[in-house]
């Protein structure tokens, strides 16, 4: 299994901003994708989850700015960030369970300052 991430980097407040996730190795339209945050100093917190079935659901300090999504067809997950602030400054991870078993990306630098 291999997780792939992309799409990090320096914002300003209010832009927006896709971080992406290419996976190998499992059946990915089978499995639920999630993206997690660290901020510097702080526990990784959850952000949003999207099910097999295309639920999707999303933390609080995040719902109604970011959307999460998947394109089966090419073994990728997405996490679009709009209206960014400050405080969604952190290491984003996307994050799978495969047949129980945890796999993470390697994380990608989101960075929101003025």
């Known amino acids: 299994v291999q997780l792939v991430q992309s799409g990090g980097g320096l914002m300003q407040p209010g832009e927006s901003l896709t971080l992406s996730c290419v996976t190998h190795g499992f059946t990915f339209s089978s499995v639920d994708i999630e993206w997690y945050r660290q901020a510097l100093g702080k526990e990784r917190e959850w952000v949003a989850t999207?099910?097999?079935?295309?639920?999707?659901d999303y933390a609080t300090p995040v719902k109604g700015r970011f959307a999460i999504s998947r394109d089966n067809a090419r073994n990728t997950g997405y996490l679009q960030m709009n209206a960014l602030k400050p405080a969604d400054t952190a290491v984003y991870y996307c994050?799978?369970?495969?047949?129980?078993?945890?796999?993470w990306g390697q994380g990608t630098q989101v960075t929101v300052s003025s």
């Open positions: 999207i099910t097999n079935d295309d639920i999707t």
């Open positions: 994050y799978f369970l495969v047949f129980g078993r945890p796999y």
